[in-house]
């Protein structure tokens, strides 16, 4: 009964290590993918529909292979990625990659190669590529990229090998200091112009093997099209041109924004930050803004008196004058048929005659001062009038 007892427990505990090294490999299914041997540790997660870095990756991985998924390199991911501090070839190509931010592989100083073709990066951060010190193969090809700053590569000081195949540049400014044994510039709309003069000098004088040379042509203008971009002829005069009259509109921009600048200095607040903390101070006023005021004050006084003066004449004509006029014949008919509708309402005297109705004109319409407040008019000729109308 022992011996079964002892063989039974025994299988007892073979069957937990095997639960125990079957559940390992269930939940933690990515180190079944890397193969370690004494100098390298490899790991292959290609076309496994990753969104994300895997986290439970060996820390001392050498080798990584993530190609063929959905990676975006998120913030997280970057975090992720600076965990490998051993890592020296990373493969990131036909992934989801749009946009290589600064520091994107900071800590990975000991990375070689470097392979994130084939996604859809458009633009690329002066400091993409800060860190990697050690860095000989860069490939950027298969995608989006339109322009690259010239201070992008500066940190690659090993870098030898740099492929640009079938993006979207047109031109390139390439600093100097890179030490590149190969190249690789096909598959671009270069534009053969002033712009490319930089590229092509860099080419003759630093004796970089351009691969597919054949292919790597100019697209615009179409006079140069199917010229190689290294042997294309480009008007130094023209050049020297453009950039002259290029520095001036630069030099004058600059000029307008230190004015601006300036003048927005002025105007704006200053903070000033004293013991009981941090407070806003009004620039003060000059003299030069009082003589302003003062000159704008005498302008328009001066101005106003002048207006005045020239108006002051006619106004006074215009309020205090009356202008008498003879009478027309036809006020004279008007007024004879109110006088005769007059006399003809008043009360009629047997007897009467025209010397009479002549002396009840004059009655009634003598003048009175201050009856009825109307001024005489020296021009009517009442005695003509009265001898008319007998």
Not at 212 to 220: A, G, I, P, S
């Amino acid at each position: 009964m022992l011996p079964l007892r002892s063989n039974r427990k025994a299988l007892n505990m073979k069957l937990s290590w095997l639960l125990i090294w079957a559940g390992t490999l269930f939940l933690n299914p990515v180190t079944a993918d890397c193969n370690s041997t004494s100098q390298m540790v490899t790991c292959e997660e290609s076309g496994k529909n990753l969104s994300n870095i895997p986290t439970n990756l060996f820390q001392n991985v050498t080798n990584l292979s993530l190609k063929n998924n959905k990676i975006t390199l998120k913030d997280s991911d970057k975090d992720i990625l600076q965990s490998f501090i051993n890592l020296t070839e990373l493969y990131l190509n036909e992934n989801m990659i749009t946009l290589l931010y600064n520091n994107s592989f900071c800590n990975l100083t000991k990375l070689i190669i470097l392979d994130i073709s084939n996604n859809q990066i458009s633009t690329v951060h002066k400091a993409a590529f800060a860190g990697l010190d050690q860095l000989l193969v860069l490939n950027l090809s298969y995608n989006m990229i339109t322009q690259l700053d010239s201070d992008v590569f500066t940190s690659l000081n090993s870098l030898t090998v740099l492929n640009l195949h079938y993006n979207l540049l047109k031109s390139f400014d390439i600093k100097s200091s890179l030490k590149l044994i190969k190249i690789v510039l096909a598959g671009n709309p270069w534009t053969c112009s002033c712009d490319l003069l930089d590229l092509q000098t860099w080419l003759t004088a630093s004796g970089v093997t351009i691969e597919n040379e054949n292919d790597t042509t100019c697209t615009f203008p179409n006079t140069k099209e199917r010229f190689s971009i290294q042997m294309a002829a480009i008007p130094l005069a023209d050049c020297k041109t453009e950039k002259a009259s290029l520095e001036n509109t630069i030099t004058s921009t600059s000029a307008i924004k230190l004015r601006r600048s300036a003048l927005l200095t002025t105007l704006t607040p200053k903070n000033i930050t004293g013991n009981n903390g941090t407070y806003a101070e009004l620039p003060r006023l000059g003299k030069s803004w009082t003589f302003l005021a003062g000159v704008l004050g005498f302008v328009l006084s001066t101005t106003l008196l002048i207006f005045t003066a020239i108006k002051c004449p006619t106004w006074y004509q215009q309020l205090i004058s009356y202008r008498h006029r003879r009478l027309e014949e036809r006020d004279s008919e008007m007024f004879e048929q109110e006088f005769s509708a007059d006399m003809s309402s008043s009360p009629t005297v047997s007897g009467t005659d025209n010397e009479d109705a002549t002396v009840i004109f004059e009655k009634i319409h003598a003048f009175v001062p201050g009856e009825d407040g109307f001024i005489e008019d020296k021009y009517i000729d009442i005695d003509t009038y009265v001898t008319e109308e007998s």
